[in-house]
């Protein structure tokens, strides 16, 4: 399949890196993200450049992990379906060697590498865990391994076994049936929540304001009540770390930084670096050349108009 042919494929089904999303266990998406985009009221994921470096760096990490255990790799091209439930996935590699496990490759940063365990266990995050999961179940195969590379030193590269857990996948086939016919089939808006999928959605379904204020019915005004409390604690709480904030700064003093059983606190001053106003940098060569009017012409020509977005704002009641 071309890359456009997988994606009109992918809207019958829940993919197996949206699982995840949909039992809220994704850092990167939730169960809005995905109901918007198999509905058709959101566009599919844009192609980042996160998913990018992912995709070129996906060959030669499964070169080095068949080189590091011994064992030949396939690759899947299409898609496959599960055959009774709205469950799809494209797994990186399945071994072809003898063994009856498949592949799944991530490139991640080192700065995650306390988010996985001991290597060939299935301590891995909750995420990439489903991922594996719906594979194997689309797949019938044992085992799967997980491969991330933390950076380009040996001992980066690194592997992690899952075992099948066919309660598991009772589970997620329940999950993904349950949300499909709920959600997708039946049209019905997943619960509102503070994800950024919601916000997305919202921010695109609701763009300008176009009718008066009107007044909360009882049922809102719950909602509203709670959001009200939510944000007074939220406010006591930072103020209260603000002031914990202060003390440990004035603990440091002069020094860089203050060690203890809870970790380290530093208290660095950044570097210096320039700062241009190039708005009045341009106004000022303006006013310096022969013709001031074909200056400002050209500031013109490279002036555009930035739409406003809508602005959440509380006013509290008198």
């Known amino acids: ?30 169960p809005h993200d995905i ?30 992990y068949c080189d590091r255990e011994k064992v030949s790799l396939a690759r899947i091209d299409g898609l496959i379906k599960h055959p009774t439930a709205p469950i799809v996935g494209t797994p990186d590699r399945l071994i072809v060697s003898g063994k009856n496990r498949g592949v799944e490759i991530k490139t991640s940063s080192p700065a995650f590498r306390h988010q996985w365990g001991e290597e060939y266990t299935d301590d891995v995050p909750a995420y990439y865990l489903i991922q594996c999961a719906t594979y194997m179940m689309l797949t019938g195969m044992d085992e799967w391994d997980l491969v991330p590379l933390f950076g380009f030193n040996e001992r980066d590269l690194m592997v992690f076994r899952i075992k099948r857990d066919v309660e598991l996948e009772s589970m997620l086939i329940e999950e993904a049936t349950n949300f499909w016919n709920r959600y997708v089939l039946g049209n019905e808006q997943p619960p509102i929540t503070g994800s950024d999928g919601c916000t997305r959605y919202i921010t695109r379904r609701y763009p ?23 944000r007074q604690d939220t406010q006591y709480a930072e103020s209260i770390e603000k002031d914990y904030e202060n003390q440990v700064k004035a603990m440091i003093g002069e020094r860089e930084g203050i060690w203890s059983v809870s970790g380290k606190f530093t208290w ?15 106004w000022g060569l303006v006013n310096i050349l022969p013709d001031p009017d074909e200056g400002k012409k050209i500031v013109e020509a490279n002036t555009t108009t930035k739409e406003g977005s809508r602005v959440f704002r509380y006013s509290p009641a008198r």
Not at 209 to 224: F, G, H, P, Q, S
Not at 268 to 282: F, G, H, L, N, T
């Open 268 to 282: 660095k001053k950044a570097k210096d670096r320039p700062v241009v106003d190039w708005e009045k940098a341009a």
């Open 35 to 64: 109901w918007a985009r198999k509905t058709g009221r959101m566009p599919e994921q844009e192609d980042t450049f996160r998913f990018k470096v992912g995709r070129l760096f996906e060959a030669p990490i499964a070169q080095l």
């Open 208 to 230: 300008k304001n176009t009718l008066d204020v009107r007044d909360a019915d009882e049922e809102e005004t719950k909602t509203i009540t709670a959001l009200v409390k939510a």
């Open 1 to 30: 399949m071309d890359r456009e042919e997988w994606l009109r494929e992918r809207m019958k089904g829940i993919g197996g890196s949206e699982m995840a999303a949909i039992l809220g266990l994704s850092p990167w998406q939730g």
